[in-house]
């Protein structure tokens, strides 16, 4: 469930390349016409509208169904069929975005703003304190993630807000440790030493050089955490620890569409599609992020 | 050598301390109580006053310190507690479910190992660019994709569709083919990823010019001199693979409606059952601390750069 | 030297040119490159970065980067023509017949295979021998290239090994089946000046022993000198000189190659003599404004058990106003813990360092910080020392805004002269680092070093990664701002050719104590030690001397 890591690196890997060059490397041209790129901006900003103003989207209500009109396939009537109980299910997906959306920002913003700071902190003071701190760390790393979300869970019941925070937790230790680790590697180098060489004080160093040049790479994966939380809130929705039913959060529409799998493929199909594009349009946008601001 | 040892040991016990605590204070401080749940139920008929008895006899009323020393040294002698649903001890409902997610997890794992170097390689060795960029792109997709999703669509394709694996009484290995694949996909990507990277990586630097020099094939060099270099790192995100493995297990039984610990995790978090809860945390960061004090303790026989340190004079 | 008529050239290139594509960019970076290598031959491939040297001797050996093509011309090997063959043809003539010495002996090791295995490789590939034979071959090659314990070596790893060591070991590689071409790229550059002199002379060596011919690519025109044959000058892809060593050094037809000896420091310090006596004219002479007493070091290992290792031990000297003072020792030699005790970076273990009257052991936090105007620092690699997110404007601008004395326009004014003054066009102003050429990027790193008007100015192999057309114009400008504002330099380097040519009073480090000192004369002259005539005798382009 919990990928970024790898992904964090990749992205920093990849952004690193960038900046070393290497002896044989040319200057980077525009490639071919970034197809996958537009693609995927297009696939979010759709997602986005739909969390903003759904009803530009569809005429059906998304909580009442119609009655005889249960279990349609899909056809031009109901683009992606109804469910049991007649309700659009294509309503529901476009009513259902801002759930998702809503619970991944406030899981990345939580995660960003909290983890960050621990990580600054964590880099900037002395070594005692950094150890530390880097200690809490490990040890929250150290409990798999999906069981930190469901004591966070447990301990917060169950809703969107609380999954979205449960999720959000998880991530605190990982952009604490890759904050961390960018504010050390920053501090090791040349420029930094320069910049106290020529007179600086600690504050105007810690200002003018080290956050801005570690922060860029942490926001790069913070675009990257967008898509993975998007995963984990619809994994708790399925779980059934996210928003109750009748919501229509996506994870919870593929779980309550489990009942008809035999009969009606649609209700699991269509859903799990569109978080599939969501997440990786927005895996694919964000590695774009990290190159640029690197 | 057993300074490090020793180190490493000292690190990883800090970590399970620290793991039991925190679980232990995040599970103090949940609002419901799993005895007021279980027994305040109308249906039960009890007065307030035996609801109290009840508590006392699981020492729930005691301070919070004291049932923290007290819970430390049942874990120590293995004693998880009881819980408090199911009447049973936890140790007991562990050792029940333990084996389906041991079985779940090791042939899933086996399976993303496969996957992941598969991809790799077959990247690598493909003379195509096109082919090669299809192939990498594999992990982003796979990566994308729920994990519980996974699963139902193949159940809604080999056992509805295609009728090739029966959902009414498969067998015991038939019962597993499509929760490990479930479960494999997800796994995969992230040491799929990683090892394209490392690959990648390791071919751009000169020892690998120097081999070819030598007028080694390409499959020579990456097999003799890559394979190696490219693995070794990969054995340093096992830790982060063991936490994916467990919330693919959890997704998984769910799923498959598997008798695991994924299984009980879910019951519990509905039942509130902080004492099931508290003995899986603090059994998965078990795993964990283990798993990665064995990739400590393997790196050093793996890479011959860590078993000496002193470097040798001009 | 044994070109005769009769026999065909080992290699003879001809209009070679090779491009690098990436997605839709094409850009040639060898254009029509003609040379040959006769048996037994040394031939020398000298350009500056970007000259295409590496990419002509790459291509030769079938091992372009995988976006490079041979666009035209041919590569002959005994009068065959490979430049078209296919990895499987080239497979065959790998190792056996052209071998490589690569150039950076750290990383050009397979870090988790056994020496022995990487030596005994070539033999196996090629299956020129197994088992037993293998063992006792791979041996006897490791104690041919001069490795003491050769039996021992075979076991051990590369990281158990010194650069020099493994170099050697890379060269048993490349000698293994006495090929007819060796390629040596850069073989030397990343090594200390006495390594690199002991590790030529062993190529040179086993070339005469085994008949071998040698391409030797390398940006140091003094090695090319000491040790080629015939040189072949690149400039941006193309050839700019073709001839016998001795002809291109004495009369040198191309206009490139007359600016590459009048820049390279280990020609043009001959000629420059004494210059110590010829500086003497500073009017402020006679006070020492930079003086080191009984320095010494200590660090403390982690993994030793509080074992402490002595990094500077008992170093003293003094460095007059308005001089250079040039610190000179080879990698470990305590060079850059000295300077950064000086800079205030690091608090010395023990002894007294004095910069213009000010004992550093007294100052702390803010009269540390006032302190640092006195002395600024310029680092060896400016890509590193300049922050990539500034532009050049606000990176010399920030030591002023740290000492916010001057209003706005003054300090822009300021640090437009400053920028002029170190000779960078005003159109850099708003650029940033990456977009600078390697010698602008110094020129900035001078100018904020400069702008708070120090006393001394300390150069940290401040001219080491650059190439040598552009060192020689960074240090005539530090040559020039010297005289103009009566700077003191200290000047780090491990290159006694640079330091011979611009320095007036000299340290020898070795293992972190003084072992010669002086003035320039006095050390180069009349070196009292051992190892400082092992230094100077290690100079490259000394042969030169005799062809002028």
Do not use: C
């Amino acid at each position: 469930m919990t990928t970024f890591d790898t992904i964090h690196d990749d992205a920093i890997a990849s952004a690193r390349g960038q900046r070393a060059g290497k002896r044989f490397s040319l200057p980077l041209s525009f490639r071919r016409l970034p197809v996958g790129l537009i693609l995927s901006s297009l696939v979010l900003a759709v997602a986005f509208l739909w969390a903003l103003a759904p009803w530009l989207f569809t005429s059906y209500n998304p909580l009442e169904g119609v009655g005889g009109e249960q279990l349609r396939r899909p056809d031009a009537s109901h683009l992606l069929g109804t469910d049991a109980l007649g309700r659009d299910l294509y309503a529901r997906i476009v009513y259902g975005a801002v759930h998702s959306l809503t619970g991944a920002f406030v899981a990345v913003a939580l995660g960003l703003v909290v983890g960050t700071s621990i990580g600054v902190i964590a880099g900037s003071v002395r070594r005692r304190v950094d150890d530390a701190i880097m200690r809490l760390v490990d040890v929250l790393l150290s409990i798999p993630s999906l069981m930190l979300s469901l004591s966070i869970i447990i301990l917060l019941g169950f809703g969107t807000v609380n999954a979205a925070i449960a999720v959000g937790v998880t991530s605190v230790a990982r952009f604490a440790r890759l904050s961390r680790s960018e504010v050390v590697r920053v501090r090791r180098s040349d420029y930094v030493e320069a910049a106290f060489g020529s007179g600086g004080t600690f504050a105007a160093v810690l200002w003018r050089h080290v956050l801005p040049n570690s922060l860029t790479s942490v926001l790069a994966i913070a675009a990257l955490q967008f898509g993975s939380a998007v995963l984990q809130i619809s994994t708790l929705g399925f779980l059934g620890y996210g928003a109750p039913p009748p919501t229509p959060e996506w994870g919870l529409l593929i779980a309550e569409g489990r009942n008809y799998i035999s009969t009606a493929w649609w209700l699991t199909t269509a859903p799990g599609i569109i978080v599939v594009l969501v997440v990786l349009s927005a895996n694919r946008v964000s590695q774009s992020f990290g190159k640029v601001a690197a | 050598m057993s300074g490090y040892l020793l180190n490493r040991l000292g690190q990883a016990l800090f970590v399970l301390w620290a793991a039991f605590t925190i679980s232990f204070v995040l599970l103090q401080a949940m609002p419901g109580d799993a005895i007021l749940i279980k027994f305040q139920n109308p249906e039960l008929g009890l007065t307030p006053q035996q609801i109290a008895e009840i508590r006392a006899s699981y020492a729930a009323d005691s301070a919070v310190w004291v049932q923290y020393i007290q819970t430390i040294n049942r874990f120590l002698t293995g004693d998880f507690g009881y819980s408090v649903q199911a009447g049973v001890p936890v140790g007991t409902i562990l050792a029940a479910h333990l084996p389906a997610t041991l079985k779940l997890a090791s042939l899933g794992f086996l399976l993303a190992a496969t996957f992941a170097v598969v991809i790799a390689f077959v990247a690598s060795l493909t003379p195509f660019a096109w082919l090669r960029g299809a192939i990498q792109s594999v992990p982003s997709l796979f990566i994308s994709i729920p994990t519980f999703w996974i699963g139902i669509m193949l159940i809604q394709i080999f056992s509805f569709r295609l009728k090739l694996v029966p959902v009414i009484n498969p067998g015991p290995w038939q019962e597993l083919i499509l929760p490990v694949i479930t479960l494999a996909i997800p796994i995969s990507a992230p040491l799929a990823q990683v090892l394209v990277r490392n690959i990648d990586d390791v071919l751009t630097r000169p020892f690998v010019a120097v081999a070819r020099a030598k007028g080694a094939t390409r499959h020579w060099v990456l097999w003799r001199h890559v394979a190696k270099n490219a693995l070794l790192p990969t054995l340093t995100i096992a830790g982060v693979l063991f936490g994916e493995l467990i919330a693919g297990a959890v997704v998984t039984e769910t799923v498959f409606g598997l008798n695991g610990i994924g299984g009980l995790t879910g019951r519990a978090v509905g039942s509130q059952d902080a004492a099931v809860l508290q003995a899986i945390v603090v059994f998965s960061a078990l795993a964990f601390v283990v798993i990665n004090l064995i990739v400590d303790l393997l790196f050093p026989v793996l890479d011959p750069r860590l078993r000496t340190k002193a470097g040798a004079t001009a | 030297m044994s070109a005769s008529g009769f026999t065909p050239p080992v290699l003879e290139v001809e209009n070679l040119s090779i491009a690098y594509h990436d997605g839709v960019t094409h850009r040639r970076v060898v254009h029509d490159v003609s040379f040959r290598i006769d048996p037994g031959e040394v031939v020398a491939l000298v350009g500056e970065s970007g000259s295409g040297k590496t990419t002509t001797a790459q291509s030769i050996i079938g091992l372009l980067h995988a976006n490079g093509r041979i666009e035209g011309g041919s590569i002959s090997l005994n009068g065959t023509d490979i430049s078209r063959w296919s990895d499987r043809q080239l497979d065959a003539v790998r190792g056996a017949k052209i071998s490589l010495i690569p150039q950076d002996p750290a990383s050009s090791l397979n870090p988790v295979k056994t020496i022995g295995a990487q030596v005994g490789e070539i033999l196996r590939i090629h299956g020129v021998a197994s088992g037993r034979d293998l063992e006792a071959q791979v041996i006897s090659l490791l104690g041919r290239v001069g490795l003491s314990e050769p039996a021992l070596r075979a076991r051990q790893y590369p990281h158990e090994l010194s650069g020099g060591m493994r170099q050697r070991v890379l060269i048993a590689i490349a000698v293994a089946l006495k090929p007819q071409l060796i390629i040596a790229d850069e073989p030397t550059s990343a090594l200390d000046v006495t390594v690199q002199k002991r590790i030529l002379d062993l190529i040179d060596e086993l070339r005469t022993e085994y008949g071998t011919s040698v391409l030797l690519v390398t940006h140091d025109l003094g090695v090319a000198a000491d040790r080629a044959d015939r040189l072949v000058v690149l400039q941006g892809g193309r050839v700019q000189e073709l001839g016998a060593t001795k002809v291109v050094l004495a009369a040198p037809r191309s206009a490139y190659t007359r600016q590459l000896l009048a820049d390279a420091p280990s020609f043009s310090a001959v000629v420059r003599t004494a210059p110590a006596t010829a500086r003497d004219r500073h009017p402020t002479s006679g006070d020492d404004v930079v003086i080191v007493d009984g320095l010494v070091q200590d660090f403390s290992r982690t993994d030793d058990r509080g074992k402490s290792f002595r990094a500077v031990d008992d170093l003293s000297f003094r460095v007059r106003r308005g001089t250079t003072h040039a610190i000179v020792g080879e990698s470990g030699s305590g060079k850059t813990t000295t300077i950064r005790a000086i800079v205030g970076f690091q608090k010395p273990t023990a002894g007294r360092i004095e910069i213009d009257g000010t004992d550093l052991s007294t100052l702390r936090g803010e009269t540390l910080r006032q302190f640092r105007r006195k002395i600024q620092l310029v680092y060896q690699n400016p890509y590193g020392s300049l922050d990539p997110r500034q532009t050049v404007f606000d990176i010399v601008a920030e030591p002023l805004l740290n000492f916010g004395r001057l209003v706005r326009p003054a300090r822009e004014e300021k640090v437009r002269a400053i920028l002029s003054r170190v000779g960078l066009p005003e159109a850099a102003l708003d650029r940033r680092p990456h977009a600078l050429s390697g010698g602008q990027r110094q020129r900035v790193a001078i100018a904020r070093a400069l702008v708070l008007d120090p006393d001394v100015v300390v150069l940290d192999e401040a001219v080491s990664a650059l190439d040598v057309t552009v060192q020689a114009r960074i240090l005539d400008l530090l040559d020039e701002l010297q005289r103009d504002l009566g700077l003191t330099y200290l000047f780090v380097s491990h290159d006694l050719a640079v330091v011979r040519q611009i320095s007036d009073t000299v340290s020898v480090l070795k293992d972190g104590r003084l072992v010669d000192g002086g003035t320039v004369e006095d050390v180069f002259v009349r070196p009292r030690s051992d190892y400082t005539r092992e230094l100077i005798n290690a100079i490259p382009g000394q042969k030169r001397a005799a062809f002028v």
